[in-house]
């Protein structure tokens, strides 16, 4: 599987920010090659790490081509996008895209087209990015009754929401500023609307409860009448404002909507901040699992499409014998480092005697073993008329601070040192 | 593939707490039949989903048995699990197990193994229960390079640091309540120790890292020590105390280590409460990734073993055709129910005149369309003389809500409903 013919082809749509990514994730790839990749503008500035010899502007040439097994769709929207599918899935290619408009509007029409043609399509990518939601339902959580999503599905909103929070701004200032720093598009709509959320949550919950979803029938709501006074109450009532997006699988129907929403500032999904995305999912046999990461962004996303691949390369290559992605590829050993070599910082609590100079002895043996004390607290007399010292320290090695504690130990200066706790900053 | 004899037969060692629910799981499952059930001791009380004509005690009839293609491993321990998982493997069975101290221990015998005799192990069990980070880290992330992997793994140790960060008890207290309520083995050592996180961080480290790890050269630290006073000064200086294994890939070397540890309290791993699991894995392309959810229990831990059969039948029957995990089954579409029809509470913002009888004029519409107030606060004058007045109410039909806002807005009792914001309690 080394030389460049027996590799498996594939053909790339598009190539702006996610289409770079993937490009530069399947450099040197031992399975996968790319073959062409399809561009609107063959003369836009690219990273280099595009070869201009694989460009075409010939869109219809990739998804004709015999060779090309694998088409990557990332042109974004539905035109051409939803053509260029079709016509790739009757040419018998198996389709990764990333494209979340595509799939929640015409995900029916091109899922039975797939099925009728024997080709597999995955759509990892179109969801949160970076987040592994899709594949992780279909498969290891495959075996649940799924009957609730809850999520925040799109970063920008997020972002906007978080520097309200933390900066008492307007939202007009907020959303000009992700603007003008390129977290928000330029037509900021389908972020700020909640749409962009509907299209997620809608593939999610397709998934999830087994039943199409028209992307029409879900209600969505945006952030654009969130005001800092809205926030300013929220936190005081122990709320948090998101904007959710949440699909319940009722008796006969399902609840599905977008809208900002207080949530409890307790809740798991409350620490999602910034650009970051976060699903929470509800099944019969896991009960609630949270995922938290980067919902967009060159690599997360192109993080999904490269998984997608490794799917269908298995897919592909493993009728005749296990599937590679199982198969344990490594057999040396890693070499471990021992604790003593680790850098911490420590949380260190004493008991000494209450008198004077304690403090000043024991600073001096740490100082002796170059352990840097970082703030050092005594507290009040215990019961027996003893005090307790706690310390944290800056970063040390484990083996200077075991030393300086067992110097500690050995002298009278303290009744006992009662715990060491690594801090992790 | 709905006849007996079409269905792919699987037998099963070991049917404790997990494998009962695997064999409920299993129940009418359309392609997979449990053929044998092998248990030491037969006449045990089970529950009746059990059949006993299943069960035997001729644990090498099964692994034996020519019809039966997976083995599914849950004795736990290393003895006669191993022995028995190695024959299975040379007579050509695919293994899924729920055995952590097997694959941490054994793994690199038992991987080389199967990959001479072409057949899998899957494991994902083995690792905190229902999460499902196993398969993920080789498929769908698996075109990323690991730098971290940092984890609460232990769901006992994690119950009893949180019940004594909030009921401010001891450590020995907890531990006794934790052991009558069935939440910690009558022997918790390999728990408390740091034991059992060590087995689940060497097997996630190993697969991220790509390298075989030797379990005892991985450092545990267990929560002994851990008294009231430290988890109270911890929450002082802006920490919690969790019991943390960390895996680091350095240039050379890996840093691996399981201890109790000061992490911040903002920190998302801090929010892992209970004796929930949590997971944080660092990849180039995606980042922090986090994933929270049941770490054990018989239900969560049967979700992984049937998530792990599922991807097993999918490989055994996808030779001929795409994975059936990735084909769309549903072609119906889903009874969506209009955001009219939805329960939620409501927070309501509204600016009024500041003077007598607004709140009863606005209390008797909200009572009218029977929107029942759970809290409402006048908050002083706003720059223009005006009030606002913000409620919450208790849960109430989304169209009754707003026909009492409509008729707000129609009279002359407050100047604007500045917002309604939906809320999850």
Redesign the interface.
Known sequence: MTSNDKKIKIGLLGVGTVGT?VVK?LTNHPVLEIKKIGARDLNKKRDAVIKKELLTSDLKSIINDPEIEVIVEMLGGLNPSRELVIEAIKNKKHIVTANKDLIATH??EL??L??EN?????F?ASVCG???II??L???????RFSKI?GILNGTTNYILSEMLNRGISYEQCLKEAQDKGYAEPDPTNDISGKDSAYKLSIL??IA??????IN???NEGIE???P??IA??ED?G?R?KL?G?AKK?E??????V??????K?S?LA?VFGANNGVLIE????????????GAGE??T???V???L??LV??IT??K???P???????????????SE?TNSY?V?LRTDDKAGVVGQVGTIFGKHEVSINTLTQ?GSNPDSSA?I?I?THLVKEEKLQAAIKEIEKSNIVKQV??V?????
């Open positions: 990514g994730v995900g029916a899922f039975d797939a099925r024997n080709v597999q399509i995955q990892e970076g987040i592994p594949n992780t279909k498969q290891t959580l495959n075996a649940n809850m919950a397709s409860f087994g039943e199409r979803i028209k029938d879900v209600y009448k969130i005001t006074n809205d109450i929220s009532l709320y404002i959710v949440i009722e006969d129907k399902i609840d599905i909507r809208h900002p929403a207080f949530i409890k307790t798991t620490s099944g019969n046999l896991i009960g609630e699992l949270t995922l938290i990461g980067a690599f997360p192109a993080s999904s490269a998984g997608d490794n799917m298995a897919h493993s009728a014998g296990p599937n992605q199982f198969v344990c590829k490594h057999t040396h050993y890693a070499k471990i480092k021992p604790i680790t949380f609590r507290r307790s706690t944290l009662e715990n706790i690594r801090v992790f900053e």
